[in-house]
């Protein structure tokens, strides 16, 4: 039996200044996975032993896509009142896929 898997996350942000009170921020990450499964059970094995061998093959797919938007207003009124105020809006995307494949050895 064998196994493989590939697995990446990232992760970016840019921010912008509009106004000296007010800036906007977006950030952004996406994730992806993929794996592999390869078996084989020969006759003499228990789980090949029913079917006088057994062989597979797997894969299946992750991926993930956020996005983030943000808006900060930050600002001081007469040196007395302070307000700060975010606002924000976030989009997440995810897909999965995967097939299997089982092969049989028929008896004699």
Request: charged share 25%.
């Amino acid at each position: 039996m064998s196994w493989k898997s590939i697995n990446v996350f990232t992760s970016a942000f840019a921010e912008i200044k509009i106004l000296d009170c007010l800036k906007f921020r977006q950030n952004l990450g996406i994730s992806y996975s993929v794996n592999d499964r390869a078996s084989y059970y020969n006759r003499e094995t228990g789980e090949g032993k029913a079917s006088n061998g057994r062989a597979g093959k797997s894969d299946n797919f992750w991926q993930n896509l956020t996005a983030e938007s943000l808006v900060t207003f930050d600002k001081t009124f007469n040196k007395l009142h302070h307000l700060n105020v975010v606002a924000g809006f976030t989009y997440e995307k995810s897909d999965l896929g995967w097939k299997n494949n089982e092969c049989i050895q028929l008896p004699d």
